[in-house]
């Protein structure tokens, strides 16, 4: 690296692996003010606690729904209601997770 005493000029010299010498030669500016900081937009793609804790609770329910119509629904009496629970287990999972729904709707379609 070389420095110019008379201009504002770095030149670079390196070599590649082939023994060929290469020049790059830079500007140097001097910043008076300090560098603004990037701007962090909000990532929206995570839920909170509550919106956590909410949804456990939805899913809790339904599971102790689906339970209860299972062991109501002896030779399978009560189809539609078990289908119904299903669908609302889906639809949650589809909101919570959106790749796991995915999977699950690719192993059920096979």
Do not use: H, W
Request: net charge negative; glycine share 0%.
């Amino acid at each position: 690296m070389l420095c110019d005493s008379e201009a504002d000029i770095i030149y670079i010299k390196s070599v590649d692996t082939s023994g060929m010498p290469s020049l790059k030669i830079l500007d140097y500016t001097v910043r008076n003010d300090t560098p603004q900081k990037a701007e962090i937009s909000p990532q929206t793609d995570f839920v909170t606690k509550d919106e956590l804790l909410t949804i456990k609770e939805e899913i809790s329910a339904l599971k102790a729904k689906f339970e209860r119509i299972d062991n109501t629904a002896d030779n399978r009496k009560d189809v539609n209601s078990v289908m119904t629970v299903m669908e609302e287990l889906m639809t949650t999972i589809m909101v919570v997770n959106p790749p796991l729904y995915k999977s699950v709707m690719r192993r059920v379609t096979k």
